[in-house]
């Protein structure tokens, strides 16, 4: 697709950037032209040399080796609920974003639970594949990871994919037996916690079906960790994921004294850290390490898991003629104008598709609404074409501003999802003839950068490939 120049979006996450991090942005060190350059050019040879035979996914997103562990697999997928068991750890990583000090409830997408059955019909009524219990440590409380656990094994059995995410620093071969006689299906150690020891890990091979290693990739660490690869393997650990380094109001201070070179985005994040995760893929590879490693990209997360999150409640509202995009909103298109040419109209969507599922005529025939799947049967004429997205996430309360749906759980509580209007634009007739014609190819380059429908983009399609460096 022909896009805008790079310059004005870049500039907009920098004046985000600054506004959010305030009094230490002028603190860090960015890249300049020549280092963006020549940390561009290791990228893409690196990149490059993967490519010969590893994989990439998710729009380029995330990279890796091998295959990925069964819950990463349903996280590409947007099939995955993570619940945050507790909010207190009792490690202190200098890479952590967030305090972790606060036993509290069990939380999902700021929606608490109290109950296991109440989670148990979340998970039903979402129709999720895959669960995970994070936190804070989750094994500090253990009776908590149990019951939840238990409680989805139960209902789900093996149509649900579970895993826990863990420092290991109390775990111990009777945890784990309960954990597996729970329904425990994968396990994931943060071995940086631990100084990368890789015992307690080694513990869950022989007990849990399938043991992971997940960590930030550490850029001092490097050497390290290409040592730790053909351990892994050695030991019978099946994966490695590596995140990118974050940079957070909170770990800030922690990160600060050391040598990293900070990039742009929606979050600041760590140059080197990236750089790290592709080099030890790349080592894996060549070294013929049978370790897959995983590299989840801070833009992964921040597109395809919000992507997820936001369009979670479509189908308690989207209507036969509307469509869930990449990006997670629900399209509508609504042709008006005059009566008789919309008459007109319907009777040759009428043709196509006779049971009316994928299109409507308003009472007083000025309005049609169609599916997108129909557009090549449209013809705008002189008509305008209103395009509408909205968001339609799960709340714990409703506003009352917008349409609502009601999600009756076990212990009688509600949680709820909200109808949220995200973005609406009037197409005059000759813009709305090429925006459909956009919309029939699938978002191909044949929408001008100039066009009024380009601002609709970002709500049609995901950015792809791993984030610019600036």
């Known amino acids: 697709m022909a896009v805008s ?40 040879q690196l990149l490059g040399d993967i490519a010969i035979t590893g994989h990439s996914c998710n729009g380029g997103t995330k990279i890796y080796s091998g295959a990925l562990s069964p819950g990463c697999k349903l996280c590409s997928e947007g099939s995955w609920s993570c619940l945050f068991i507790n909010g207190r750890c009792n490690r202190s990583c200098f890479y952590c974003p967030t305090s972790q000090d606060e036993i509290g409830l069990p939380t999902t997408n700021n929606v608490n639970f109290r109950s296991p059955a109440d989670y148990v019909a979340y998970l039903e009524q979402f129709n999720f594949r895959g669960m995970s219990l994070s936190g804070g440590e989750p094994t500090l409380t253990p009776g908590r ?10 209902k789900f059995g093996g149509n649900l994919h579970s895993w826990l995410y863990t420092n290991g ?33 080694a513990l869950a091979v022989d007990i849990i079906p399938t043991v992971t290693v997940e960590i930030p990739a550490i850029p001092e660490k490097i050497e390290l960790m290409k040592e730790k690869l053909a351990e892994m393997a050695e030991r019978g650990i099946k994966h490695l994921n590596l995140h990118q380094l974050r940079l957070t109001n909170y770990n800030y201070k922690r990160l600060k004294g050391r040598p990293y070179t900070y ?27 049978e370790l897959p490693i995983n590299y989840c990209s801070f833009v ?29 909103y629900i399209r509508n298109l609504q042709l008006r104008g005059p009566a008789e040419h919309l008459q007109k109209q319907a009777k040759i969507l009428e043709q196509v598709n006779p049971e009316k599922t994928l299109w409507q005529l308003s009472r007083n025939s000025e309005q049609l609404l169609f599916a997108a799947q129909l557009s090549g049967s449209i013809l705008c004429g002189t ?28 212990s009688g509580r509600k949680v709820c999802s909200e109808r949220v209007p995200a973005k609406g634009l009037l197409l005059q007739p000759a813009d709305a003839d090429e925006y459909l014609a956009w919309l029939r190819h699938e978002g191909d380059d ?19 490939g791993l984030q610019d460096y600036f």
């Open 5 to 44: 120049s790079e310059l004005p979006r870049h500039a907009a996450l920098i004046t985000s950037n600054r506004e959010d991090y305030s009094e230490i942005y002028n603190e860090l060190s960015f890249p300049d032209a020549a280092a963006v350059s020549k940390a561009s050019m290791l990228r893409e």
């Open 145 to 154: 990871c149990l019951a939840f656990l238990t409680a989805a094994k139960r």
């Open 169 to 201: 620093s109390l775990i111990t071969p009777e945890l784990l037996l309960k954990l597996r006689d729970a329904g425990l299906d994968e396990i994931r150690f943060d071995i940086g916690a631990l100084d990368y020891v890789l015992d307690k890990a």
């Open 263 to 289: 990039l742009h985005g929606e979050k600041v994040t760590v140059l080197e850290s990236e750089l790290t995760a592709l080099e030890l893929i790349r080592h894996g590879l060549e070294h013929h390490i």
């Open 300 to 328: 992964y997360k921040h597109r395809y898991q919000r992507a997820a999150a936001r369009g979670r409640g479509a189908e308690l509202f989207q209507q036969g003629w509307e469509t869930r995009t990449s990006s997670g």
């Open 383 to 410: 008509c305008e074409l209103q395009v509408t997205y909205s968001d339609a996430p799960v709340k714990e309360h409703m506003s009352y501003r917008f349409p609502f749906r009601d999600i009756k759980l076990p």
């Open 446 to 464: 044949s929408l001008a950068e100039n066009h009024p429908a380009t601002p609709l983009i970002g709500f049609e399609q995901l950015s792809q």
